[in-house]
């Protein structure tokens, strides 16, 4: 069974206070723990695990967040991966995404809800942009020298 998607983050007023008073803060973790609110309000755990490139980008798109950075084990985002015509993807609209999505480009307990999230993000502002890139390579993702960059 899929991790189901977040549909908002419980803390973001404590978030958005955190970065309001310049405090670097790390949230999502794994997908962040998943609850419901009861009848009363309150807040109770459920049994399951959360997909955490849907938090990450339900969190930057909740703290409005020009750029969602995902980071993982590779530099860029590939079309026919680990075949011989693999190709590193620079640059990808959310068409092509939605286009090599479509045609079961990346797989689904890896590439694609990466780039799913990513193309939710862009997608839910103007000018929002996604970037995939490595972790190790996340200083040259931020200049634009590494990792795929997935705008409108």
């Known amino acids: 069974m899929p991790s189901p998607k977040p549909v908002d983050i419980a803390e973001r007023q404590s978030i958005l206070n955190l970065l309001d008073n310049e405090y670097i803060v790390i949230a999502c973790g794994g997908g962040g723990i998943p609850v419901v609110c009861d009848e009363h309000g309150d807040y109770q755990g ?6 955490k490139d849907f938090a990450s980008a339900k969190l930057a798109e909740a703290v409005g967040a020009d750029y969602l950075f995902i980071l993982t084990a590779v530099d ?3 079309i026919n991966f680990g075949k011989p015509d693999q190709r590193e993807l620079k640059t990808m609209s959310t068409g092509e995404a939605d286009m090599y999505l479509q045609s079961g480009q990346f797989a689904a307990g890896s ?3 990466k780039v799913e999230a990513a193309v939710h993000f ?3 502002g103007w000018g929002k942009r996604a970037v995939i890139a490595s972790l190790e390579k996340a200083p040259q993702a931020m200049r634009n020298e590494s990792g795929t960059l997935i705008t409108l």
């Not at 459920?46 to 997909?51: H, N, Y």
């Open 46 to 51: 459920v049994s399951a695990v959360i997909d």
């Open 111 to 113: 590439m694609k809800p």
């Open 122 to 124: 862009v997608r839910s």
């Open 76 to 78: 860029y985002v590939c």
